[in-house]
């Protein structure tokens, strides 16, 4: 084999340079691996990121107490607004009336209707408690006093005509029976003529016509006699018929009118008598129109809407003549205490604890709002407000973080609820 040696001096130097240089670096290398084992290499510097300071989000402005809507209870839904009593941007007291509906007029009417049954039943529980009227009364017992004295007229009215016809009954008794001595008188003396004359006969004194006509008259004085006695026993059986049947009468009259008495007296009771149970009724009835009355009143007051708190009016969304709309009447907010309602991403949250202080900028008042954090919401929603920048994600998952306004700078934005805002909280 042929070497070809080099001859130029530049050629050498740079020669026996590398090889130098080879043998320099292969003795560091021995050494390292003979102490250690392996070559030590020193790892390149991390840069850091500079801790993070602030949490920022997007949010709006509402009132502390949040807004309420003011509407009609459900029963009235369907009604019109007849009169609106407030506008945009007013101030009102709790209990103030805003509006009234179009049904109070016939609301009030059914109040005033159901007053009048109160009355009415209480003017009845007092006449059941009273009684009967007054005239009433005087002319029942006016009554039982007719009837009384109807009674004690009858009564004697009768009792004289039974003393008539015993008195007259007497007259003719006493008269009968003396026509009946003085025909027995005769009847005695035809008899001894007769006898005398019988016997005169039989000795021939007198004669056949002279006993004859003594004969006839004792026959005809007997037959007087026995008609005397006949009529003194009619006049007995009739006027004692007579008598009989007026006793009967009489105590008739006696029976029929104190029944009557009775009666009345038994009606004059009934009407003056005042019963429990009359009274229990009527004072139902009466606690029944009460309760018609505060049934129609509680209605009435439906018809008037009133704010259940004080606050700011800050929106109207039903007017004069219209039906009540699914968004209420107006909306009502507390606006001297404003919040910022801060949308803070859900990867965020465990840095934001409350009372730290925070920063709310915005487009519609000049400079920074100042505040602390004062609630940290327990839900994570959907983000409800955006920046619109090209390529935003529009389906974050935020908490909502309530930062309490100071109360200068609440005063600053109390007429912007649901202004966007920037918010910064410093952690």
Request: avoid cysteine; hydrophobic fraction near 40%; charged fraction near 25%.
């Amino acid at each position: 084999m042929n070497v070809k040696v080099l001859s130029k001096p530049g050629n050498r130097w740079l020669i026996g340079l590398v090889v130098g240089a080879t043998a320099i670096t292969g003795g560091i290398v021995f050494y390292g691996i003979s102490q250690y084992g392996m070559v030590s290499q020193k790892p390149a510097p991390v840069e850091t990121a500079p801790p993070v300071k602030k949490v920022t989000a997007l949010g709006r402005l509402e009132p502390e107490a949040e807004v309420i809507k003011l509407s009609a209870p459900l029963a009235l839904d369907g009604d019109r607004i007849a009169q609106l009593l407030v506008k945009q941007g007013d101030n009102v007291k709790a209990g103030q009336v805003v509006g009234i509906l179009d049904s109070r007029d016939k609301l009030q009417d059914a109040l005033s209707q159901a007053q009048e049954q109160v009355k009415m039943a209480q003017a009845k529980l007092a006449q059941v408690k009273a009684g009967a009227k007054t005239g009433e009364i005087f002319a029942q017992k006016a009554t039982i006093e007719r009837l009384q004295a109807q009674l004690q007229s009858d009564r004697v009215a009768q009792e004289e005509a039974i003393a008539r016809l015993e008195a007259q009954w007497l007259g003719d008794r006493t008269a009968q029976e003396a026509t009946i001595r003085r025909l027995e008188a005769q009847l005695n003396n035809a008899q001894a003529e007769d006898q005398r004359y019988q016997q005169l006969y039989k000795e021939g004194a007198e004669s056949r016509s002279l006993f004859d006509s003594k004969r006839l008259a004792l026959e005809t004085a007997q037959q007087q006699l026995n008609e005397a006695k006949a009529v003194l026993s009619r006049i007995n059986t009739t006027a004692s018929k007579q008598i009989r049947e007026a006793k009967v009468a009489l105590q008739r009259i006696n029976v029929t009118g104190v029944k009557q008495i009775k009666e009345a007296n038994a009606t004059l009771d009934k009407i003056a008598e005042v019963r429990p149970v009359d009274v229990q009724a009527a004072q139902a009835e009466v606690d029944n129109a009460f309760s018609a009355v505060k049934r129609a009143q509680t209605d009435l007051e439906q018809a008037y809407i009133k704010a259940p708190t004080a606050g700011r009016i800050l929106k109207i969304h039903t007017r004069v003549g219209e039906k009540i709309s699914e968004s209420g009447i107006a909306d009502l907010a507390q606006t001297e205490q404003m919040v910022a309602v801060a949308e803070v991403y859900q990867s965020d949250i465990s840095k934001v604890k409350t009372g730290q202080k925070a920063v709310v900028k915005g487009q519609g008042f000049n400079g920074e709002l100042q505040g602390s954090v004062s609630l940290i919401g327990l839900q994570v929603n959907r983000q409800n407000v955006f920046s619109n920048q090209p390529g935003e994600n529009l389906d974050k998952r935020v908490i909502e973080v309530k930062i309490r306004l100071t109360p200068e700078d609440s005063k600053r934005v109390a007429g912007l609820t649901n202004l966007q805002v920037q918010t910064a909280i410093e952690l």
